[in-house]
T-cell receptor, first 114, second 115 residues
């Protein structure tokens, strides 16, 4: 999962397997969570979001799970493909405070092995 | 082409010099943001703007100046660059506030090295 530090957490998976990327957040007031994907040399790209009134949300090949009790967020990628290799960031904010600042985690590097 | 573009993509400068990073978006999005990305810190918000002539500080605004005279442009200026400002800078835009949508559209980044 993500953590503050000089080294980026990494996850290596075999092509076709499912990937699970974890994220822990600390702000109890955060009520809106987003996952971004960043390919090498590019800007982050929105993947999926979830609000705190939900535990699970599905997109195309991706599922985000939210556990507010332990302040944990995960991104599941089904049938991982080489094109999924990237750094994945979780971000959080608080709709209630009207915040325009998304607080990003430090990222997890996903490498897909063909 | 429509989108969000940053320039320059790469810049090397010296300590004490002024540097301006440009950001231009063609979607007429109201909100624009500047983030810096450093290993171990993820992306941190420097400044954001809710509309033309409206700007506000983010998490790490010290040493930076922004302006937004036109909706489509949001330049970021380092008035006197320091080595600690060596980073990759990302501009982003969104149609509505980040609190209502987390979908920001990012540029490809400007890599700045301060010697």
């Amino acid at each position: 999962g993500e953590s503050v530090g000089l080294h980026l957490p990494t996850l290596s998976v075999q092509e076709g397997d499912n990937s699970i990327i974890n994220c822990a957040y600390s702000n109890s007031a955060s009520d809106y969570f987003i996952w971004y994907k960043q390919e090498s040399g590019k800007g982050p790209q929105f993947i999926i979001d979830i609000r705190s009134n939900m535990d699970k949300r599905q997109g195309q090949r991706v599922t985000v799970l939210l556990n507010k009790t332990v302040k944990h967020l995960s991104l599941q990628i089904a049938a991982t493909q080489p094109g999924d290799s990237a750094v994945y960031f979780c971000a959080e904010t608080s709709v209630q405070t009207g915040a325009n600042n998304l607080f990003f985690g430090t990222g997890t590097r996903l490498t897909v092995i063909p | 082409d429509a989108g969000i573009t940053q320039s320059p993509r790469y810049k090397i400068t010296e300590t004490g010099r002024q540097v301006t990073l440009m950001c231009h978006q063609t979607w007429s999005h109201s909100y624009m943001f500047w983030y810096r990305q450093d290993l171990g810190h993820g992306l941190r918000l420097i400044y954001y703007s809710a509309a033309a002539d409206i700007t506000d500080k983010g998490e790490v605004p010290d040493g930076y100046v922004v302006s937004r005279s036109k909706t489509e442009n949001f330049p970021l200026t380092l008035e006197s660059a320091t080595r600690s400002q060596t980073s990759v800078y990302f501009c982003a835009s969104s149609e509505i506030s980040g609190a209502n949508t987390g979908e920001l559209f990012f540029g490809e980044g400007s890599r700045l090295t301060v010697l």
